[in-house]
């Protein structure tokens, strides 16, 4: 059985595999196809650690110069780094080899492409730091994150091809902004402590990743596959703007919309970008 036995044949793409719930939620968070990985236990049952040493191998592939199972494309060999200098080798831990599987087979399967555009959020930050008291007596911080959330629900009511695979359980545009300060509070609690499940994390077709609390000024973030679509936010900065007769100074916030171009064309990505930057330039509009 297993590893050691000669008449096991690996089962085509798609095809059932002998596989408990543990195990799949592990395959499913590193990226693995189970097809491809070969069974130790009775019966041809894939175990955890089956799931570890295909993604191991995998990883090795690249290392060496071959290519990932499945992607199609060679690898590139790392040089013998010891002849510059001592090396430190640390293993990846698993949240890291799922984040880069993921990626890599993203990156690989969906042609990306990135809309950047500037929103001005001088009126937004200024109500937003108004309600600073509220918020200390909800014991809720309310930070720019539920505006931007109401702000893509209500472009992605505007431009549906956006919105393939939305869960529709996801009900941001039903929800205040409290409420969703509150609840994006939690979650980013849960993920800093380790404790954010799949189930949490899953059947969005759209999604948002914030570098503002660190800088820059645009990036290209990678689509999450399935999802057709991700936003990135950069760090909001002073900048002159004119208003036809002189320039004032005005916080702007960095858009950069990456979207899977087989789903979304370049006008409506551009119509996406520019639809927020009048929302949140105006959040009034989020009434109407």
């Known amino acids: 059985e297993g590893q050691g036995d000669s008449t096991y044949q690996p089962p085509k793409p798609g095809s059932k595999v002998h596989a408990g719930p543990a195990v799949r939620k592990v395959a499913r968070e590193l990226g693995a196809d189970l097809t491809k990985v070969k069974p130790s236990g009775p019966k041809h049952r894939i175990l955890k650690e089956d799931v570890e040493a295909y993604i191991r191998q995998n990883l090795k592939k690249v290392q060496e110069g071959g290519s990932v199972e499945g992607a199609g494309i060679p690898g590139i060999k790392l040089p013998d780094f010891s002849q510059f200098g001592e090396v430190e080798r640390e293993a990846m831990s698993r949240m890291m080899t799922a984040t880069a599987t993921n990626m890599q087979k993203s990156w690989l399967n969906v042609p990306h492409v990135t809309q950047f555009d500037d929103a001005d959020i001088t009126e937004m930050e200024a109500f937003r730091k108004g309600q600073k008291q509220a918020g200390e007596k909800k014991g809720v911080k309310l930070t720019p994150l539920p505006f931007i959330l109401k702000a893509c629900a ?41 404790k954010l499940k799949p189930a949490e994390m899953q059947g969005a077709c759209f999604s948002i990743t914030s570098l503002g609390g660190i800088g820059g000024t645009a990036f290209t973030p990678i689509v999450n596959t399935p999802e057709v679509a991700i936003l990135g936010l950069s760090k909001a900065s002073m900048k002159p703007v004119w208003d036809g007769e002189a320039f004032q100074p005005r916080l702007m916030l960095p858009l950069s919309l990456s979207y899977d171009h087989r789903a979304v064309n370049g006008a409506d990505a551009a119509r996406f970008t520019n639809y927020l930057a009048q929302v949140l330039g105006d959040i009034r509009q989020l009434l109407l």
């Open 154 to 194: 209500a472009a992605l009511q505007e431009l549906p091809q956006f919105n393939v695979s939305l869960d529709m359980d996801r009900d941001v545009d039903q929800k205040g902004l409290w409420q969703l300060a509150a609840e994006a509070q939690e979650l980013a609690d849960k993920a800093r402590d380790k």
